[in-house]
């Protein structure tokens, strides 16, 4: 096989309490030898992509930040031949809310806030190979949608 591609990651400070950042990443992996060569590698998505915002509404005592993630299609784990469907592209958003005060910190987040529907990974049958394969046949594992996560601690 053999993979290539382009990352760029990038932080703008607006001010003091403001950060703007976002990523973005072109990849291509294709088999380069053998009875698959020139196709898709499974599981690896051609662009992925983040933007974000982070906000010091009060210093470091009561902060936001927000993240908008998008993973592109790409094929299914077992998918060699390429001739099943792809993994659809997904976006999601996440918020969180926190803080610190000395060693305590806490915080507040809700990930997949729009409650989008996706699946992450999935493997196809093996067509044209094993049993009762056939096209459009594949074993998709969903994410949970709308998650809240509450945390607080002590470092030492």
Same mark, same amino acid.
């Given at each position: 096989t053999r993979r290539y591609g382009h990352e760029t990651i990038a932080t703008y400070r607006v001010t003091d309490s403001l950060r703007l950042k976002g990523g973005a990443a072109f990849t291509r992996a294709k088999f380069v030898e053998g009875i698959f060569a020139g196709n898709d590698v499974p599981l690896v998505s051609t662009w992925t992509g983040n933007v974000g915002l982070s906000w010091d509404i009060w210093q470091k005592f009561l902060t936001f930040d927000t993240v908008v993630r998008y993973v592109g299609q790409r094929r299914m784990d077992n998918d060699q031949v390429n001739l099943q469907p792809l993994i659809p592209a997904h976006t999601v958003v996440d918020l969180r809310i926190g803080g610190e005060i000395?060693?305590?910190?806490?915080?507040?987040?809700?990930? %997949?806030?729009? &409650?989008? &529907?996706?699946?992450? +990974?999935?493997?196809?049958?093996? +067509?044209? +190979?094993?049993? %009762?394969?056939q096209i459009g046949t594949y074993n998709a594992y969903p994410q949970p949608g709308r998650s809240y996560m509450m945390k607080a601690g002590v470092t030492w």
């Open positions: 000395d060693k305590f910190f806490w915080s507040f987040a809700v990930q %997949n806030v729009f &409650d989008v &529907d996706y699946f992450d +990974y999935a493997i196809a049958s093996p +067509y044209p +190979y094993g049993f %009762n394969s």
